[in-house]
């Protein structure tokens, strides 16, 4: 007897769908069972932070399109290491997410000798969420107003200012260094475990300066309880049109945004991470997130895998160059 003719229909379609389906590599059912389950969402730093509000609005709205949560999952310290070797080592299913950054992804690969993963090896890019500007600030009873003029005073009294930071190695520890490299200024570098404590320290003035993005810093500066100097970006945010760039303040050149990204485990299946980006994609474009990030000055992100790992590969060369500067090393 005729093997299709003695199979139903349904039987005969759903065997030649996955034979179909194992002839190109693709399984069958990958994009239409994920997500079986809850995600967690690693962030490698305490809440609080631009790192925090960017993962946490983005999972909120996923929640809200996909039925099923997406649960931030603060694991902060060792500079992002602790928590990378734990999310590189669970299962390749799609459920288990980090957030990647500057200092996660193209520092400390220069700084730590042994970290127990190869960020290019052990993970895989999924998407890209939103670069963020990096403001430079400073504490009111600082005299400068300005970049020029904090620059100034700094070099008039070296040694003797502070500047806090989310970590070693976090997004605003390596834009002070880039900014002191640049300017040829000297300030202490006072690492705290994550934007919220940074802040406070600065806020209360036991702290003299400060770079981070704008979702953390905005409303302390409309407040009057911070003073931005500079803006990292290269052109003017709409948000603070009056904020010169740093390039603009004689350091032609100068750009550092900070930006942040969805990573998986790197034997996650590439339909997987295709749903994934898909999913944020869909996300990042709902009003209740380009309204929040737009009020902020990011750029939106979600783009395809493809283009978040050459962004990645661009952002390393760069900052191998500034970490070999200036000596950054780990805690």
């Known amino acids: 007897m005729n093997t299709v003719t003695s199979l139903s229909r349904r039987d005969w379609l759903a065997s030649s769908a996955a034979t179909l389906g194992a002839a190109m590599g ?15 969402f690693v962030v490698p730093f305490v809440p609080g932070g631009t790192s925090d509000i960017v993962a946490r609005t983005t999972a909120n709205e996923l929640t809200r ?18 928590a990378m070797q ?9 459920h288990t997410w980090i957030l990647g ?19 290019n090896r052990d993970f895989a890019p999924v998407t890209l969420l939103a670069k963020v500007p990096s403001l430079f600030v400073i504490h009111p009873d600082v005299p400068a107003r300005n970049l020029t003029e904090f620059v100034a005073y700094a070099k008039r009294n070296p040694g003797k200012l502070n500047y806090g930071s989310a970590g070693n ?7 002070m260094e880039y900014l002191k490299l640049t300017t040829g200024m000297f300030l202490t570098h006072i690492p ?12 209360a003035g036991r702290t003299q300066a400060f770079s981070a993005g704008t979702p953390a810093l905005l409303s302390h500066i409309r407040s009057g309880k911070l003073r931005a100097i500079a803006t990292g970006t290269p052109q003017r945010l709409p948000s603070l049109p009056d904020l010169p760039t740093v390039a603009e303040s004689g350091y032609p050149g100068f750009e550092s945004v900070q930006w942040y990204g969805v990573m998986v485990p790197g034997a996650t299946p590439p339909e997987t991470i295709k749903r994934i ?32 790992a050459a962004f990645i590969t661009e952002q390393q060369k760069l900052w191998k160059r500034v970490v070999l500067a200036a000596k950054i090393r780990s805690d």
């Open 169 to 175: 190695a976090s997004a605003g520890h390596l834009a």
């Open 277 to 308: 980006q898909e999913e944020c994609y869909r996300a990042l474009r709902t009003p209740a997130i380009a309204e929040r990030f737009a009020s902020e000055d990011a750029v939106i992100g979600g783009g395809p895998a493809a283009e978040f």
């Open 26 to 40: 693709i399984s069958v059912n990958a994009q239409t069972v994920w997500p079986t389950k809850t995600v967690r």
């Open 65 to 82: 399109l996909l039925g099923s949560p997406v649960v931030i999952d603060n694991k902060a310290g060792g500079g992002g290491v602790p």
């Open 86 to 94: 734990e999310v590189a080592r669970a299962p390749a299913d799609g």
């Open 101 to 119: 950054h500057v200092g996660s992804l193209a520092v400390n690969p220069h700084i730590y000798a042994n970290s127990g993963y190869d960020v």
């Open 192 to 203: 705290y475990r994550g934007t919220g404590p940074a802040l406070t320290d600065l806020l």
